[in-house]
């Protein structure tokens, strides 16, 4: 998956989460979390909808990555230093 | 109420429920039989309207709808006479007013008890149950595939209409226009009548983009006017409930404060392990663990599980759990997980999301918003360390639990660093001391040193 491809799929689901999200002002680096008023639970489906969107495993581990868009999308894209095992 | 069936033994007035402390009126938005419709106590009937949410409203009685009085986009007041149902017949005892004490009033323990012996024979456990109790499943038309043909909890979800859109379990609610609560909200907003609305979804469901294409080509029947707020004027409706409420509370209740700092490194630990092994929609989130921690003290300590009510406490006989949610856009309602602290934490984890993304979609029932018999916050989620709420009346403790953050603990004469959080308890001076609260929060903590036994 490139960075593009990436991207639009963190969005996809972001949007699904914080359907109020104006996901167009997000700065890359900004704390999603924080930013798009994210609990626990919407931080959770957020990782449900991006794993199943990508077709990957995210282990409660790889949460710290997904703390921004920047990072996410790298993340996502394997453009990170630690790659990601699949698990379909 | 009482002189009305005492005057006419054989019909049962269906009246406008207080479904919050301070509710004086509520629109009724839908309902969800028409006369002639056989209904059972414990069903949902009708949706209203309230200053704060949508909230699906269930039968206290069995029989056949017998005539609608209230009109969809009708705001009447608390009590007003919503229905005329000739009542089937029960044993003595059985009938109640709409308007019982929450304490009293658990429509879901009577559904079970009232399901046929065969059916409850099938069932493995009451969880299964309550499962089928939330997702509307009507076990006798469930296949059992466990031991001896018990139902499972994986029959029950499989027939309750999975998201994927299988074809979902016949309802009694034949006359219901089904809709997704999405759909719902589109439908208020944009004020089409769902009725004229064709739906494309499964089964004939309403999805948003039937509503819109309604609204577009102008085929919908306008609501009433006042049916249904909008965003704005229901945004302040909102904050005028949570100002009455919290007003009487602080007026009232005579609070006391105390709090802990509890070690979260077994808690967070044995979280950790149980995720690893999970998919990501079975994992537990702390608050699940918090939650848990919290019900099951109550049942500990249960002088702080009940009512404040004529100047005396009343003990609940069931722990139901409030948990404060926040709506997006603004807003908050505390609906309950019934007997929270019978659940196991996989359960509970459940039953937590299926309430937040309810509670969201304007799509709570009204047994939810009444039963609470202790509420909690977890504003930690928020990033805050901790959180002395305010207690709802007439509940007589709310719990606190603030973020869970590594902080510097000391033991053992050693200074490491640790996952802790703060729990607080604020609770009603009337009901009881701070001695007694000192004991809840102990037990909070006690609980959440051994998370493998609960």
Redesign the interface.
Request: hydrophobic share 30%; aromatic share 0%; no cysteine.
């Given at each position: 998956m490139n960075t593009e491809e990436a991207t639009r799929a963190i969005e996809e689901v972001l949007s699904q989460v914080?359907?109020?999200a104006e996901l167009e002002s997000l700065a890359p680096d900004a704390d999603l979390r924080?930013t798009l008023?994210l609990?626990?639970?919407d931080f959770?489906?957020f990782?449900?909808g991006l794993?199943k969107r990508v077709g990957q495993?995210?282990?409660?581990d790889d949460y710290p990555k997904l703390a921004t868009m920047a990072s996410a999308t790298a993340f996502i894209s394997g453009r990170n230093s630690h790659p990601v095992t699949d698990t379909a | 109420m009482a002189d009305a069936e005492m005057a006419d033994a054989e019909m049962a007035d269906f009246l406008m429920p207080v479904l919050g402390a301070d509710m004086d009126e509520g629109t009724v938005v839908e309902w969800l039989v028409k006369p002639g419709d056989e209904i059972h106590k414990g069903d949902v009937i009708a949706v209203v309207d309230t200053a704060k949410a949508a909230i699906e409203v269930e039968s206290f009685a069995s029989g056949t709808v017998e005539q609608l009085i209230v009109e969809p986009g009708q705001t009447v007041a608390v009590g007003t006479v919503l229905a005329k149902i000739a009542a089937a017949r029960r044993p003595p005892g059985e009938k109640r007013p709409a308007e019982k004490r929450p304490a009293e009033k658990r429509p879901g323990e009577k559904r079970a008890a009232g399901k046929r012996t065969a059916v409850r024979q099938e069932v493995s456990s009451p969880l299964v149950r309550h499962v089928a109790e939330r997702l509307g499943v009507d076990l006798s038309q469930v296949h059992g595939t466990g031991q001896a043909g018990s139902i499972t909890r994986a029959d029950v979800e499989r027939a309750a209409a999975p998201p994927a859109g299988e074809q979902p379990v016949p309802r009694p609610d034949g006359a219901r226009r089904r809709a997704t609560p999405l759909a719902r909200r589109i439908a208020a907003e944009l004020a089409v009548d769902l009725a004229g609305v064709a739906g494309t979804g499964p089964d004939g469901t309403v999805r948003e983009a039937d509503v819109r294409r309604a609204a577009g080509a102008g085929t919908a029947v306008p609501r009433q006017a006042q049916a249904v707020p909008a965003a704005a004027a229901r945004a302040q409706a909102t904050r005028q409930v949570t100002a009455r409420l919290m007003a009487r509370s602080k007026r009232e209740i005579p609070h006391y404060y105390l709090s802990d700092t509890i070690d979260m490194s077994a808690a967070m630990a044995w979280l950790?392990a149980r995720?690893?092994e999970l998919e990501?929609?079975e994992?537990l989130?702390?608050?699940a663990l918090l939650l848990k921690a919290a019900a099951v003290a109550a049942r500990t300590v249960p002088v702080l599980n009940g009512f404040w009510t004529d100047d005396r406490f009343v003990p609940a006989t069931a722990v139901h759990l409030g948990v404060a949610i926040?709506l997006?856009?603004g807003g908050l309602v505390t609906p309950a997980i019934h007997h929270a602290a019978d659940l196991p934490p996989f359960e509970l984890m459940r039953k937590?999301?299926d309430l937040?993304t309810r509670a969201r979609a304007g799509r709570l029932r009204g047994s939810e918003l009444t039963d609470a018999t202790i509420s909690v916050t977890n504003l930690g989620?928020?990033?805050v360390e901790l959180v002395y709420g305010v207690i709802y009346p007439p509940q007589v403790a709310l719990v606190g639990f603030g973020k869970v953050a590594e902080r510097p603990v000391a033991a053992g004469g050693l200074v490491g660093a640790r996952p802790v959080v703060v729990a607080t308890l604020a609770a009603d001076h009337r009901a009881t001391d701070g001695y007694t609260g000192a004991r809840y929060l102990t037990a909070v903590s006690e609980l959440l040193q051994r998370p493998e036994d609960m």
């Open positions: 914080a359907p109020d924080g008023e609990d626990s639970l959770l489906s990782v449900e794993s495993r995210i282990d409660e | 950790h995720n690893l990501v929609t994992r989130v702390p608050a926040s997006r856009g937590l999301r937040v989620e928020q990033g």
